[in-house]
Nanobody, 122 residues
Framework: QVQLVESGGGLVQSGGSLRLSCAVS????????VGWFRQAPGKEREFVAA????????GYADSVKGRFTISRDNAKNTVYLQMNSLKPEDTAVYYC???????????????WGQGTQVTVSS
């Protein structure tokens, strides 16, 4: 059983920064990519960013390009999402997700974390 554990959410003012972490309990043949999705109140869950374990290929939603950076530490089985220049519209529950290469294109895999709240005040 694969578990994803997020941390690092919180309350920040507009223009501020936060770093989210996603610890993956173990890597399996079915996990090539780890990514982040978010869901704001009343809205559907949407893709944010993703990174492959090998090669480090990345993908970003247009809304976060230039502000968010995803990275990985293979030795720690951990993926990070550095969020800079945060805006109130970034407010959402952020979920870690893992699965096959489709995650890089914004399609979620089978494994989800429990979510972490990010709130950006204006």
């Amino acid at each position: 059983q694969v578990q994803l554990v997020e941390s690092g959410g919180g309350l920040v003012q507009s223009g501020g920064s936060l770093r989210l972490s996603c610890a993956v309990s173990r890597r399996t043949f079915s996990i090539y990519v780890v990514g982040w999705f978010r869901q704001a109140p009343g809205k559907e869950r949407e893709f944010v960013a993703a990174i492959s374990w090998s090669g480090g290929g990345t993908g970003y939603a247009d809304s976060v390009k230039g502000r968010f950076t995803i990275s990985r530490d293979n030795a720690k089985n951990t993926v990070y999402l550095q969020m800079n220049s945060l805006k109130p519209e970034d407010t959402a529950v952020y979920y870690c997700n893992a699965g096959p290469s489709q995650v890089l294109r914004g399609y979620p895999g089978n494994y989800w974390g429990q979510g972490t709240q990010v709130t950006v005040s204006s």
